[in-house]
């Protein structure tokens, strides 16, 4: 709720719609996504892999300490997937499936990000 900053434009990838505080209020991910962190804001966001042997690389950019994490459903259970970084998951997949993603500050601080998705 009210913005402020970079009008965006020139960017591909879409933009995050409010609300998807929780994993049950999800925004697709397909290449690149810009959001806004309000305070103590969650940003959730799906995507899914067709089999297993996907490489795939998911990383978050940001001017403040925005952190990024990920589970994948399985079978109905989500399994946490092991981060490169705060900012970086890069695994290949281990069968298909749906992926669950969460950014996220861990102050609360409010900040603008872009999560950008490659496989």
């Not at 990838?13 to 804001?41: F, I, M, R």
């Not at 940003?43 to 996907?54: E, K, P």
């Not at 981060?83 to 900040?111: D, E, H, L, R």
């Amino acid at each position: 709720s009210g913005g402020s900053g970079g009008a965006g434009g020139g960017g591909s990838g879409n933009t995050e719609v409010e609300p998807n505080d929780t994993y049950q209020q999800t925004n697709p991910l397909s290449g690149q996504a810009k959001g806004t962190l309000t305070a103590s804001d969650q940003d959730w966001y799906t995507w899914s892999v067709a089999s297993s042997g996907v490489k795939y690389n998911l990383a978050v950019q940001g001017a403040g300490n925005v952190q990024v994490q990920q589970w994948k459903f399985v079978n109905g259970q989500y399994y946490q997937t092991t981060n490169t970084t705060a900012k970086q998951i890069s695994q290949t997949s281990t069968g298909a499936g749906k992926y669950f993603v969460v950014v996220f500050s861990p102050t609360g601080a409010k900040q603008d990000y872009t999560l950008t998705l490659t496989k």
